[in-house]
């Protein structure tokens, strides 16, 4: 990997990581609002009555994602041995696409087109923010990953003797 593919996999990891940490603050906003949904996605209100604790809902969607945001991270510098490299790969595909599905989804919903996953946002700024960020967050984060797939270096095997 030459010095400019290097700078822009360290970005894609970077930006993948910040859109992770964007989804934590506006769920530790929304926590402490005691409000489900996205911003500029209100939740409909029979939403409330499946969840017995919403602070606690968006708290633990908070530390989901910090927990995605570390797996962007790890994906500057994937780790060298084999099985732990493969674990964040497959973690960071998996991620890209529920988060991918959820952008989907709420796209869907912010035009109208799918109108069982509720009703078009009132004020279209905020959605149409909270739409560019996840465009972004997936986009970087389906590159990081893919970037990360394609470095070659020097691999260590679990079973080889050389692992400790």
Known sequence: MNRSDRRRHGAAAL?????ALAY????VHLAWERELGMPGFPA???SYAAISDVRAAQWGNAALGLLMAV????LARPPRRRAL??????????GTAVVGAGVA??????TGLAPALGAVPPRAAPAAAALLVGALWVGAWAAATVSAARIRRPVE???SPAAP
Do not use: H
Request: aromatic share 8%; proline share 3%; hydrophobic share 60%.
């Open 71 to 74: 797996l962007a991270l790890l």
């Open 15 to 19: 930006t993948a990581c910040f859109g």
């Open 105 to 110: 989804g709420f796209a869907a919903r912010a």
């Open 85 to 94: 490299r493969l674990a964040v790969l497959a973690a960071s595909w998996a």
């Open 24 to 27: 934590t603050v506006s769920k």
């Open 44 to 46: 409909p209100a029979e």
């Open 157 to 159: 095997r679990m079973d």
